[in-house]
């Protein structure tokens, strides 16, 4: 049974840091390339961000130098590290993976990664 949970969300004050986790189960996720997405109330889904197989990596604009994402398949989990926060950097935080299409192991394939977990509330406020 594949899982995808997201952990280490919170509070934190603006310029802070916070590294959230997407812990997977139930397939080999070396295989695929996982993605990070993010959603306000309201708003759509965003994919900001992605680690390929090869270990490539995406970064949508409004978050490039600031996160960086990474893979540890032998524990299979992946990291974002989210540096100098910002008020709208606040939403729920999701990782996803995309199980079915010839794009699977690629970055950028947002649009393929239907397949994600609950979710992390990133709060950003002083």
């Known amino acids: 049974q594949v899982q995808i949970v997201e952990s280490g969300g919170g509070l934190v004050q603006p310029g802070g840091s916070l590294r959230v986790s997407c812990s997977t189960s139930?397939?080999?996720?070396?295989?695929?390339?996982i993605g990070w997405f993010r959603q306000v109330p309201g708003k759509e889904l965003e994919g900001i961000s992605c680690?390929?197989?090869?270990?490539?990596?995406h970064y949508a604009d409004s978050v490039k130098g600031r996160f960086t994402t990474s893979r540890d398949d032998d524990k299979s989990t992946v990291y974002l590290q989210m540096n100098s926060l910002k008020p709208e950097d606040s939403a729920v935080y999701y990782c996803?993976?995309?199980?079915?299409?010839?794009?699977?192991?690629?970055?950028?394939?947002?649009?393929?990664?239907?397949?994600r977990g609950k979710g992390t509330l990133v709060n950003v406020s002083s």
């Open positions: 139930g397939f080999r996720q070396g295989y695929y390339a």
């Open positions: 680690v390929a197989t090869d270990g490539s990596t």
């Open positions: 996803a993976a995309d199980f079915w299409s010839a794009e699977r192991t690629k970055c950028p394939n947002y649009s393929g990664m239907k397949t």
